[in-house]
Structure formats: C-alpha cells, structure tokens
C-alpha cells in the first residue's frame, strides 16, 4: 500500500511540476509577447516621426540636402549651431576647422565634414532668404 502511495505521490509531483513549467514557459512568452508588441508600436510611432519631419521639411532643403549629402540636422549638430545665424556658423567654422587641421594633429575627414557642414548651412541660409523674399513679395502684391 505505501509503493501505491509513493508511486501515486510520484506521479502527482510529475504533474505539478509540468505544470509549473507550462504556466512559467506561458508567461514567459506573454512577456516577450509584450514587450515586442511595444517595441513595434514605439518604432512605428518613430517612423511616422520621421517621416513627417522629411515632408515638414521645404522642397528647396530637401533638395540642398539630397545636393550636399548632408541633411540639415547632421550639419548643425556638427557644427554644434541650435540657431542659424551667419555669425555662429562661421565662427564655430573657423574653429573647429582650424582644430581638426591636420598639421596640428587633426583629421583631414573631420576637417571636410566641417566644411561639407558650412556648406550646407550657407545653402539653408540663402534658401530662407529666397522664402522670405517670395513671401514679402507675395504680401506686397
């Protein structure tokens, strides 16, 4: 009689223990469930991000920017400008261009995406005063 109880006991801890590994096996995949539905919502949420600040952009910077290679953002972030202003294009031109000289230990790479950099703030530059000019044009008319 105890073999039938051990053996009944046995069988019953089997279970208990297949089914605990179900329900950690389930949960587990719920969480990994969750967490790549979130990770798809948060990148479609980014693309759509995108997406909108490229059509927000004008046709004339889009164009500067497909021109130079270089896109407006990445032109100001390497010449570390928040606000267009000719004076603080310039002169943080000048100085990181004159740091990454290269006889001074610098890269010339660095140095060419400084002035690919200017280039294409310059463009910016003249694009927003050709707007302005049509606008003021337009109002005048």
């Not at 969750?34 to 910077?61: D, I, V, Y």
């Not at 660095?110 to 530059?125: I, M, P, W």
């Amino acid at each position: 009689m105890s073999q039938l109880y051990e053996d009944v006991r046995t069988e019953a801890t089997a279970v208990m223990k297949a089914k605990y590994l179900a329900q950690i096996v389930v949960m587990g995949a719920q969480v990994v469930g969750r967490a790549f539905a979130r990770a798809l919502r948060q990148e479609f949420a980014a693309s759509q991000a995108a997406a909108q600040a490229r059509n927000s952009a004008g046709q004339h910077s889009a164009a500067a920017s497909s021109i130079t290679g270089m896109s407006l953002q990445e032109a100001q972030q390497i010449l570390h400008i928040s606000e267009l202003t000719p004076e603080a294009i310039q002169k943080n031109y000048e100085h990181l261009f004159k740091v990454n000289d290269k006889s001074v230990g610098g890269s010339f790479y660095l140095q060419s995406k400084v002035v690919r950099a200017k280039e294409r703030l310059d463009e910016e530059l003249s694009i927003q005063t050709q707007d302005k000019q049509q606008s003021h044009q337009k109002t005048e008319t």
